[in-house]
């Protein structure tokens, strides 16, 4: 009977234990009941996704209402994986965020914490799951004001005014949105996706659709952090709690990005917004430009955590640029990056977490010799780093094999070799964390920094060394980025 | 008490009635325009005048900040546990129309539950962020 | 349909256009949330128009009334009204946190003292 109420449980779950989690008073006890939600949520999306590999899609109508009327839950391999991906980010983070917690965050806040974190995760994983436009609006905003609540509880005040910035780009993304949806509803009738996707090629050539398919790109491009819209990521990332910086590069982008390929591919259709629309050209330009001028500020960065978020808008870049090409390889190289950069970016980031427990500090300078007193959690920092640039073995070079692969596949060979250029300048900022941290000479020797406790350790590995093994056995992965990149360009793969 | 004696006089006679009306929007809410958000906020419009006239310290005796965030919790758990028990009866979440013996009287329970939850949770939300903002600086 | 014909959506760009104004030039931070509200206000607005037809009536069943018109849109912006007051109050709640961390609600005055660090 479980298995039949899947879809609805995925969301449910998290969302009711929020409410739970603020009743229970406890900090410990939210840690603990929040991490059992996270590990739940993460068996769940495991279940959906052999579900819908063995049996195809899965359709859920809320409240028993059956399709174009009611709210229908769809599941299908991109939502599956995007729903994988972000569970399983939680179920590793919530274990992680204990000792992280404890530390940053005043004892009388963590309960809301906790609750703020769960309707975080509700929100994502009902925009993965969703099949209705308008739902996907709702389910973006649960989520985007809870980030807002988390990132504002940084410790340094520029949190605040980093939240602030967010949240009036960030709502200014979502009206864009609802303006969208609303512009799509005035002409079908309809806001269920499939049923809009079915409905609009009568009506795809009034100015309205295009007025729409505007505000809806530009809408998703803001969420999603694609330059030049990125201004809010940086500060973001860099002033809130390591937990939630985890949580956020490792999903954030990613969900909005796949709501964006909801919109453009299931509902417009490829046809309609790479060929009526000039969709491909921008995203080209935007994806190139923002994965050079991202990772250029990245190298003159002096916060670790900056550069990081820096690097994170020029790895958006690639996963843009895939989806440009409008192919099945190019599109599947965006929905695999999507994958493996929430896993190279949540283990950087749990590392950079647990440096800044042992150390309080985030600048470069401050970590110099770093690597000899926390070997395990500098170790990880450098696979995780390996995995950004794209070597061989990690996951981040299966990334940029597919992405070449595409670009040389249309006989684009000069993207294919500024892909490789924008990979030498990941090896450039990479370097200079490397390099503070094993080559320098430590300011201060006496300093008693001792390698971090086990409970971070144990998470970030598990990223690490999720990296190393999605980087040899890409069987699943591109398997399923494959399958869902057929399935949104209508071809069969 | 011989600031505002008007004001605080007319309230008097006007907070009992408001939170009559906010219950009339509440419970006829499945037969006219109302529901629970309308009617959680009228709820709490009746609280917030209060606060204004009386203080805040008055008003917060009565709806202390701790019970306040347990019902607007509970108020969402009203509304799951609503979805989580139609599952549990056999049908999808949220379909009203299992929980009792036919379907229409069904869903006529679960639209009321449903917006008594959500009532709840609006209610308490809102005087949570009033009093929030105006206990900020004593 | 004159030019004025759908003048409902003149309204609605004339609000978005201000709010959207408003929240780009002012660099006081309160005067930029007002600013976002207008700006959905009129998205508000934008949605509620569209569900009105001419000659219809509340969409409640009532004998010799066949014209109603349609409360979906109605009920979506709901939803987005409650967003949007959401949204206000943690924007107003960061700004009253931002005016006791610096002691001011301007932009420019937070980034001076921000770069003096």
């Given at each position: 009977?479980?298995?039949?109420?899947?879809?609805?449980?995925?969301?449910?779950?998290?969302?009711?234990?929020?409410?739970?989690?603020?009743?229970?008073?406890?900090?410990?006890?939210?840690?603990?009941?929040?991490?059992?939600?996270?590990?739940?949520?993460?068996?769940?999306?495991?279940?959906?996704?052999?579900?819908?590999?063995?049996?195809?899609?899965?359709?859920?109508?809320?409240?028993?209402?059956?399709?174009?009327?009611?709210?229908?839950?769809?599941?299908?391999?991109?939502?599956?994986?995007?729903?994988?991906?972000?569970?399983?980010?939680?179920?590793?983070?919530?274990?992680?965020?204990?000792?992280?917690?404890?530390?940053?965050?005043?004892?009388?806040?963590?309960?809301?914490?906790?609750?703020?974190?769960?309707?975080?995760?509700?929100?994502?994983?009902?925009?993965?799951?969703?099949?209705d436009a308008f739902n996907l609006f709702v389910?973006l905003?649960?989520?985007?004001?809870?980030?807002?609540?988390?990132?504002?509880?940084?410790?340094?005040?520029?949190?605040?005014?980093?939240?602030?910035?967010?949240?009036?780009?960030?709502?200014?993304?979502a009206t864009f949105i609802l303006i969208g949806v609303g512009l799509l509803y005035v002409?079908t009738?309809?806001l269920?996706m499939?049923?809009l996707?079915?409905?609009?090629?009568?009506?795809?050539?009034?100015?309205?659709?295009?007025?729409a398919?505007?505000f809806l790109?530009?809408g998703?491009?803001?969420?999603?952090?694609?330059?030049?819209?990125?201004?809010?990521?940086?500060?973001?990332?860099?002033?809130?709690?390591?937990?939630?910086?985890?949580?956020?590069?490792?999903?954030?982008?990613?969900?909005?990005?796949?709501?964006?390929?909801?919109f453009?591919?299931?509902i417009?259709?490829?046809?309609?917004?790479?060929?009526?629309?000039?969709?491909?050209?921008?995203?080209?330009?935007?994806?190139?430009?923002?994965?050079?001028?991202?990772?250029?500020?990245?190298?003159?960065?002096?916060?670790?955590?900056?550069?990081?978020?820096?690097?994170?808008?020029?790895?958006?870049?690639?996963?843009?640029?895939?989806?440009?090409?409008?192919?099945?390889?190019?599109?599947?190289?965006?929905?695999?990056?999507?994958?493996?950069?929430?896993?190279?970016?949540?283990?950087?980031?749990?590392?950079?977490?647990?440096?800044?427990?042992?150390?309080?500090?985030?600048?470069?300078?401050?970590?110099?010799?770093?690597?000899?007193?926390?070997?395990?959690?500098?170790?990880?920092?450098?696979?995780?780093?390996?995995?950004?640039?794209?070597?061989?073995?990690?996951?981040?070079?299966?990334?940029?094999?597919?992405?070449?692969?595409?670009?040389?596949?249309?006989?684009?060979?000069?993207?294919?070799?500024?892909?490789?250029?924008?990979?030498?300048?990941?090896?450039?900022?990479?370097?200079?964390?490397?390099?503070?941290?094993?080559?320098?000479?430590?300011?201060?020797?006496?300093?008693?920094?001792?390698?971090?406790?086990?409970?971070?350790?144990?998470?970030?590995?598990?990223?690490?060394?999720?990296?190393?093994?999605?980087?040899?056995?890409?069987?699943?992965?591109?398997?399923?980025?494959?399958?869902?990149?057929?399935?949104?360009?209508?071809?069969?793969? | 008490?011989?600031?505002?004696?008007?004001?605080?006089?007319?309230?008097?006679?006007?907070?009992?009635?408001?939170?009559?009306?906010?219950?009339?929007?509440?419970?006829?809410?499945?037969?006219?325009?109302?529901?629970?958000?309308?009617?959680?906020?009228?709820?709490?419009?009746?609280?917030?005048?209060?606060?204004?006239?009386?203080?805040?310290?008055?008003?917060?005796?009565?709806?202390?900040?701790?019970?306040?965030?347990?019902?607007?919790?509970?108020?969402?758990?009203?509304?799951?546990?609503?979805?989580?028990?139609?599952?549990?009866?056999?049908?999808?979440?949220?379909?009203?129309?299992?929980?009792?013996?036919?379907?229409?009287?069904?869903?006529?329970?679960?639209?009321?539950?449903?917006?008594?939850?959500?009532?709840?949770?609006?209610?308490?939300?809102?005087?949570?962020?009033?009093?929030?903002?105006?206990?900020?600086?004593? | 349909?004159?030019?004025?014909?759908?003048?409902?959506?003149?309204?609605?760009?004339?609000?978005?256009?201000?709010?959207?104004?408003?929240?780009?030039?002012?660099?006081?931070?309160?005067?930029?949330?007002?600013?976002?509200?207008?700006?959905?206000?009129?998205v508000?607005?934008?949605y509620?128009?569209?569900?009105?037809?001419?000659?219809?009536?509340?969409?409640?069943?009532?004998?010799?009334?066949?014209?109603?018109?349609?409360?979906?849109?109605?009920?979506l912006?709901?939803?987005a009204?409650?967003?949007?007051?959401?949204?206000?109050?943690?924007?107003?709640?960061?700004?009253?946190?931002?005016?006791?961390?610096?002691?001011?609600?301007?932009?420019?005055?937070?980034?001076?003292?921000?770069?003096?660090?």
């Amino acid at each position: 009977m479980i298995r039949q109420h899947l879809p609805a449980l995925q969301v449910i779950l998290p969302l009711l234990a929020a409410p739970t989690c603020l009743l229970l008073r406890r900090a410990g006890l939210a840690w603990l009941f929040a991490t059992v939600v996270g590990f739940a949520t993460f068996a769940i999306a495991i279940l959906l996704l052999r579900q819908v590999l063995s049996q195809g899609d899965i359709a859920y109508a809320m409240g028993g209402w059956s399709a174009p009327w009611g709210i229908q839950y769809y599941v299908d391999p991109v939502s599956a994986l995007v729903l994988l991906i972000v569970s399983g980010i939680s179920a590793v983070v919530l274990p992680y965020a204990a000792r992280s917690v404890a530390q940053e965050i005043p004892s009388e806040r963590r309960c809301v914490f906790y609750t703020l974190f769960l309707l975080c995760l509700a929100g994502m994983l009902g925009i993965a799951i969703t099949g209705d436009a308008f739902n996907l609006f709702v389910f973006l905003e649960i989520s985007s004001l809870s980030s807002y609540a988390l990132i504002s509880m940084g410790q340094d005040r520029r949190a605040l005014t980093s939240s602030y910035q967010y949240l009036i780009m960030g709502t200014i993304g979502a009206t864009f949105i609802l303006i969208g949806v609303g512009l799509l509803y005035v002409m079908t009738g309809t806001l269920n996706m499939q049923d809009l996707a079915q409905r609009l090629p009568a009506v795809a050539t009034t100015r309205t659709i295009h007025t729409a398919f505007a505000f809806l790109v530009v809408g998703l491009s803001l969420k999603l952090a694609l330059f030049p819209l990125h201004l809010w990521l940086p500060n973001a990332y860099t002033f809130a709690p390591s937990v939630v910086t985890t949580f956020l590069a490792a999903t954030a982008t990613k969900v909005a990005l796949y709501a964006l390929l909801r919109f453009v591919f299931t509902i417009f259709g490829a046809e309609y917004a790479f060929n009526t629309m000039p969709l491909g050209p921008t995203l080209l330009l935007l994806a190139l430009l923002g994965l050079f001028v991202a990772s250029a500020v990245a190298i003159f960065q002096e916060n670790i955590k900056r550069i990081l978020a820096y690097s994170s808008v020029a790895q958006i870049g690639y996963m843009i640029l895939g989806i440009s090409f409008a192919t099945v390889t190019g599109v599947s190289a965006g929905i695999l990056h999507l994958f493996n950069h929430a896993l190279m970016k949540g283990a950087l980031f749990m590392a950079v977490g647990a440096i800044f427990l042992r150390t309080g500090s985030m600048q470069l300078q401050h970590l110099a010799g770093i690597g000899r007193r926390m070997p395990w959690t500098m170790a990880a920092v450098v696979i995780g780093g390996l995995s950004l640039i794209g070597v061989p073995l990690t996951v981040g070079f299966i990334s940029k094999w597919y992405l070449i692969q595409a670009a040389l596949e249309r006989g684009w060979w000069p993207v294919a070799v500024l892909v490789l250029i924008g990979s030498l300048l990941a090896l450039v900022y990479v370097w200079r964390i490397l390099e503070a941290a094993y080559f320098d000479a430590p300011a201060k020797p006496d300093a008693h920094i001792k390698e971090a406790p086990l409970s971070l350790l144990i998470p970030t590995w598990a990223l690490v060394l999720a990296n190393i093994y999605f980087g040899i056995d890409t069987s699943l992965t591109v398997g399923v980025a494959r399958q869902a990149a057929g399935l949104l360009l209508g071809v069969q793969p | 008490m011989g600031k505002h004696l008007v004001l605080r006089l007319v309230a008097k006679i006007f907070i009992p009635l408001i939170l009559l009306f906010a219950l009339y929007v509440q419970f006829h809410g499945d037969y006219g325009p109302g529901g629970g958000f309308q009617a959680g906020v009228i709820f709490a419009a009746a609280f917030i005048l209060y606060a204004l006239l009386f203080g805040l310290d008055h008003a917060r005796t009565v709806m202390p900040p701790a019970l306040l965030q347990t019902v607007a919790a509970l108020g969402v758990l009203l509304y799951g546990g609503v979805g989580v028990a139609s599952m549990l009866l056999g049908g999808n979440y949220l379909d009203y129309s299992v929980l009792a013996e036919d379907p229409v009287h069904g869903q006529h329970l679960g639209i009321l539950l449903i917006e008594l939850g959500v009532g709840l949770t609006v209610a308490s939300v809102m005087m949570v962020i009033f009093f929030t903002f105006t206990g900020r600086r004593g | 349909m004159g030019i004025l014909g759908h003048y409902n959506y003149w309204i609605v760009i004339f609000l978005m256009m201000v709010g959207f104004y408003i929240v780009i030039s002012h660099g006081n931070l309160v005067k930029k949330i007002v600013g976002l509200n207008i700006f959905q206000a009129s998205v508000f607005i934008l949605y509620i128009s569209m569900g009105k037809i001419h000659g219809g009536t509340a969409p409640i069943v009532a004998e010799g009334v066949s014209r109603y018109s349609n409360p979906l849109p109605h009920v979506l912006i709901l939803t987005a009204i409650v967003v949007g007051v959401a949204t206000t109050a943690l924007g107003l709640a960061l700004v009253v946190r931002i005016n006791e961390a610096y002691g001011t609600v301007e932009e420019d005055e937070i980034h001076a003292k921000d770069s003096s660090l």
